[in-house]
C-alpha cells in the first residue's frame, strides 16, 4: 500500500507565522481569535504540539467574513412590529426590582420603558401592564385603527394648507 502526498496549493500545511502572513494580520490576533475567542478565527489543527493551518481552511474562512457587497447590508436583528416589545430584563435596585424592556411605538421609534416592583415578578407584570395600556405618542392622528376615508381627509387638508391643491 503506498501513500500520496498531495502538495497542491489548497492543502498546503502553514505554520502559524505563514498563516499570519497569508491574512495580513499579526500572529497575535491568530493566537488571540483562539485563546478569547474561540470559534471566531479561522479552523487550525494541532500536530505534534504545533498549531498548524490548511490554507483551504484559512480561504474558507475569508470568504465566511466577506463584507457584504454595496446594498446588501443585513441588519444585526429583525426590527420590532410596531406596538410590540422586546424581551422584558429585570434589575436589582433599592427599593425593589425594575423590569425593562424597548417597546416600537406607532411612530416607529423604539423606546425603553420601565416599571417597578417589590419583587422580579411585581416588576414584571407592572411592565406588562404599562405597556398594554401604552397608547401612541402625543400627536399622533394615525393609528393602526384609523379608516382610510380618515387618511384621505387628513392628507386633503394638509395638502390645501400648503397649497398644493
Known amino acids: 500500500m503506498s501513500a500520496t502526498v498531495d502538495t497542491s496549493q489548497e492543502s498546503m500545511i502553514l505554520t502559524i507565522d505563514e498563516a499570519a502572513a497569508y491574512l495580513a494580520i499579526p500572529k497575535?490576533?491568530?493566537?488571540?481569535?483562539?485563546?478569547?475567542?474561540?470559534?471566531?478565527?479561522?479552523?487550525?489543527?494541532k500536530m505534534g504540539g504545533c498549531l498548524r493551518y490548511r490554507r483551504a481552511d484559512l480561504d474558507a474562512w475569508i470568504v465566511e467574513h466577506l463584507e457584504p457587497a454595496e446594498g446588501e447590508w443585513a441588519m444585526a436583528r429583525p426590527r420590532l412590529p410596531l406596538g410590540t416589545w422586546g424581551t422584558?430584563?429585570?434589575?436589582?435596585?433599592?427599593?425593589?426590582?425594575?423590569?425593562?424592556?424597548?417597546?416600537?411605538?406607532?411612530?416607529?421609534n423604539t423606546r425603553r420603558v420601565t416599571a417597578t416592583g417589590p419583587s422580579k415578578a411585581a416588576a414584571e407584570r407592572a411592565l406588562r401592564d404599562v405597556l398594554g395600556a401604552r397608547t401612541a405618542p402625543a400627536g399622533e392622528f394615525i393609528t393602526a385603527e384609523t379608516r382610510l376615508i380618515d387618511l384621505a381627509n387628513l392628507w386633503i387638508g394638509s395638502a390645501t394648507r400648503i397649497g398644493d391643491i
Open 28 to 45: 497575535a490576533t491568530l493566537c488571540t481569535w483562539r485563546a478569547r475567542r474561540v470559534g471566531f478565527g479561522p479552523r487550525a489543527v
Open 88 to 108: 422584558l430584563t429585570t434589575e436589582k435596585i433599592r427599593d425593589g426590582y425594575r423590569a425593562l424592556t424597548r417597546f416600537r411605538d406607532t411612530d416607529g
